[in-house]
């Protein structure tokens, strides 16, 4: 028997109509915010980055492959990590789906991680995944956009993610016990390897010839591009997570 | 306006990376307000009641015949996309054609495919249903590569007990009951989530359904242009940007 409450069609379809009102204040909220995200001002891109791609040496504008705008999502897989972040993948296996659609629609979602391109290829066809990946190795860009930091400033204890200082320290400090242990683990590395990379995503416009920094996200502000918390907020249970439940796709029979 | 209806970026305001910063920033505030008002929404959406179903529908799968209870695989939670395809109504009006499903639907499965087996690991179950006979679905499925579970709800009650599927006659008037009120719902088949959940004693209740622009956020492809600098930009038209995947060369 379940404890939940139960009604009959009449009752459920009221408490139904009176939750659509919070729902659809939701989407007109989220429409007003994605107005004001592209109003944005932007920065112009002076520096130039270098990336290894499938189809050899590119710069940022390169990367844009002949459209206008470029998604490039911030994928953790460092040069020492023996695979890519489960929960980037995760996220990838969605985004694979998405990106024919955004192709056609003046969108370049692209991946970038520090690892050399070589295991970047052998990851993606492992996963069976179709999206193009460029490795920034050797190049500031994952640094500037706060998706990568230094041995140094993790050992200065604090650097920006998410457009403030947070503090390396209690992440390091947990070892091999907690979430973040755990996830270092699964890359094949010790925790300050793991957290040397961090997952975000950041928006570029080319506008004759010129790249403009147009948005960057990180942590939570990446959840709606994670598919399957969305599906999750529809579920009865919810996300319904204590810890790190979630593996790469052919690692779930694996335990 | 260019082949695909995509606008033209233009005048953009340029800025320092400070004075960027200090936008973002600002910003971001107004981003965490609305992650908090999201989570809200679905702490609200789980205290809604359930309705027990009674009704004992019957699919036809790629395995025979299921029963609903049997489409949560062994699972507590079921989530059905209802996926707009009927063969006998296909004409040149409606999004779907005689051996392929509507190409919105199309869109948002491309969407979910590869997420469903993390929802199988959070104790969920994905399946689509549509009215289509299963061979049309098997077909079409295999054309698009997808490896969910399609089963066919053909003439039971069920398209019509949850609001995707409308008569003729309804079409025709210009009225019928869709997104929990009554309006034009323009074609016979239409889109929508329904959610299910089944106790231990083996008892199964609807728990959810949402329809039109309440599906929006299940696409994760609006979530990524709406971080795009030219957002969804769809110049008001809508879906008609949008192909088959493996139709945009046609």
Same mark, same amino acid.
């Given at each position: 028997m379940t404890k939940h409450m139960t009604g009959t069609r009449k009752q459920w379809l009221a408490a139904r109509r009176e939750l659509l009102e919070a729902e659809k204040e939701l989407t007109r909220r989220g429409d007003?915010?994605?107005?004001?995200?592209?109003?944005?001002?932007?920065?112009?891109?002076d520096k130039e980055y270098r990336f290894e791609t499938d189809e050899g040496s590119a710069s940022l504008a390169d990367l844009f492959r002949g459209r206008s705008q470029l998604l490039v999502y911030h994928f953790m897989f460092g040069p020492d990590y023996t695979a890519g972040c489960p929960s980037c993948s995760a996220i990838a296996d969605g985004f694979n789906g998405s990106v024919v659609?955004? $192709?056609?629609?003046?969108?370049t979602l692209a991946a970038v991680s520090r690892a050399p391109i070589a295991k970047l290829r052998a990851f993606k066809r492992r996963m069976g995944w179709s999206f193009p990946w460029a490795s920034s190795l050797g190049s500031d860009f994952n640094y500037d956009f706060q998706a990568a930091y230094t041995e140094e400033q993790q050992r200065s204890g604090v650097a920006d993610y998410n457009f403030r200082p947070q503090g390396f320290g209690p992440s390091l400090e947990a070892g091999k016990e907690g979430p973040v242990g755990e996830?270092? $683990?699964?890359? =094949?590395?010790?925790?300050a390897t793991y957290t040397r990379e961090a997952p975000g995503m950041s928006a570029f $416009?080319?506008?004759d010839g010129v790249v403009y920094h147009t948005y960057s996200a990180y942590?939570? =502000?990446?959840? =709606?591009?994670?598919?399957?918390?969305?599906?999750?907020?529809? $579920?009865?249970? =919810?996300?319904?997570?204590?810890?790190?439940?979630?593996?790469?796709h052919d690692e779930y029979d694996k335990g | 306006m260019t082949h695909d209806g995509a606008s033209v970026l233009t005048n953009h305001p340029v800025v320092s990376h400070e004075e960027w910063l200090a936008a973002r920033t600002a910003f971001l505030a107004r981003e965490k307000e609305f992650t908090r008002l999201r989570d809200q929404v679905s702490e609200e959406r789980r205290r809604l009641p359930w309705e027990a179903v009674t009704k004992a529908y019957v699919f036809e799968g790629p395995s025979g015949k299921r029963t609903l209870a049997e489409l949560f695989e062994g699972r507590?939670?079921?989530v059905v996309y209802h996926a707009m395809f009927d063969p006998r109504t296909a004409s040149p009006s409606t999004s779907w054609t005689k051996d392929a499903a509507c190409h919105a639907c199309s869109f948002w499965a491309d969407n979910f495919n590869g997420i469903i087996v993390h929802l199988n690991h959070r104790d969920v179950t994905l399946v689509v249903v549509s009215r289509a006979p299963h061979a049309a679905l098997a077909a079409y499925q295999k054309r698009m590569g997808w490896t969910f579970t399609w089963v066919s709800s053909g003439d039971t009650d069920f398209n019509r007990d949850y609001q995707v599927s409308f008569t003729a006659e309804e079409v025709a008037k210009k009225r019928a009951?869709?997104?929990?009120?009554?309006?034009?719902?323009?074609?016979?088949?239409?889109?929508?989530?329904?959610?299910f959940y089944k106790d231990p004693a083996g008892r199964v209740f609807h728990t959810y359904s949402a329809y039109a622009r309440g599906i929006d956020l299940l696409n994760a492809t609006y979530n990524y242009l709406d971080l795009a600098p030219k957002g969804r930009d769809e110049g008001g038209r809508g879906l008609d940007w949008v192909r088959r995947h493996d139709e945009y060369d046609r």
């Amino acid at each position: 028997m379940t404890k939940h409450m139960t009604g009959t069609r009449k009752q459920w379809l009221a408490a139904r109509r009176e939750l659509l009102e919070a729902e659809k204040e939701l989407t007109r909220r989220g429409d007003e915010l994605a107005q004001r995200r592209q109003e944005l001002p932007w920065v112009r891109i002076d520096k130039e980055y270098r990336f290894e791609t499938d189809e050899g040496s590119a710069s940022l504008a390169d990367l844009f492959r002949g459209r206008s705008q470029l998604l490039v999502y911030h994928f953790m897989f460092g040069p020492d990590y023996t695979a890519g972040c489960p929960s980037c993948s995760a996220i990838a296996d969605g985004f694979n789906g998405s990106v024919v659609h955004l $192709a056609n629609h003046d969108v370049t979602l692209a991946a970038v991680s520090r690892a050399p391109i070589a295991k970047l290829r052998a990851f993606k066809r492992r996963m069976g995944w179709s999206f193009p990946w460029a490795s920034s190795l050797g190049s500031d860009f994952n640094y500037d956009f706060q998706a990568a930091y230094t041995e140094e400033q993790q050992r200065s204890g604090v650097a920006d993610y998410n457009f403030r200082p947070q503090g390396f320290g209690p992440s390091l400090e947990a070892g091999k016990e907690g979430p973040v242990g755990e996830l270092a $683990a699964m890359v =094949g590395t010790d925790s300050a390897t793991y957290t040397r990379e961090a997952p975000g995503m950041s928006a570029f $416009a080319l506008e004759d010839g010129v790249v403009y920094h147009t948005y960057s996200a990180y942590a939570r =502000g990446l959840d =709606g591009l994670w598919g399957m918390y969305q599906w999750l907020d529809r $579920a009865p249970k =919810g996300r319904n997570e204590t810890g790190i439940w979630w593996r790469r796709h052919d690692e779930y029979d694996k335990g | 306006m260019t082949h695909d209806g995509a606008s033209v970026l233009t005048n953009h305001p340029v800025v320092s990376h400070e004075e960027w910063l200090a936008a973002r920033t600002a910003f971001l505030a107004r981003e965490k307000e609305f992650t908090r008002l999201r989570d809200q929404v679905s702490e609200e959406r789980r205290r809604l009641p359930w309705e027990a179903v009674t009704k004992a529908y019957v699919f036809e799968g790629p395995s025979g015949k299921r029963t609903l209870a049997e489409l949560f695989e062994g699972r507590s939670q079921l989530v059905v996309y209802h996926a707009m395809f009927d063969p006998r109504t296909a004409s040149p009006s409606t999004s779907w054609t005689k051996d392929a499903a509507c190409h919105a639907c199309s869109f948002w499965a491309d969407n979910f495919n590869g997420i469903i087996v993390h929802l199988n690991h959070r104790d969920v179950t994905l399946v689509v249903v549509s009215r289509a006979p299963h061979a049309a679905l098997a077909a079409y499925q295999k054309r698009m590569g997808w490896t969910f579970t399609w089963v066919s709800s053909g003439d039971t009650d069920f398209n019509r007990d949850y609001q995707v599927s409308f008569t003729a006659e309804e079409v025709a008037k210009k009225r019928a009951y869709y997104n929990y009120t009554m309006q034009d719902p323009s074609l016979s088949e239409r889109e929508g989530v329904s959610v299910f959940y089944k106790d231990p004693a083996g008892r199964v209740f609807h728990t959810y359904s949402a329809y039109a622009r309440g599906i929006d956020l299940l696409n994760a492809t609006y979530n990524y242009l709406d971080l795009a600098p030219k957002g969804r930009d769809e110049g008001g038209r809508g879906l008609d940007w949008v192909r088959r995947h493996d139709e945009y060369d046609r």
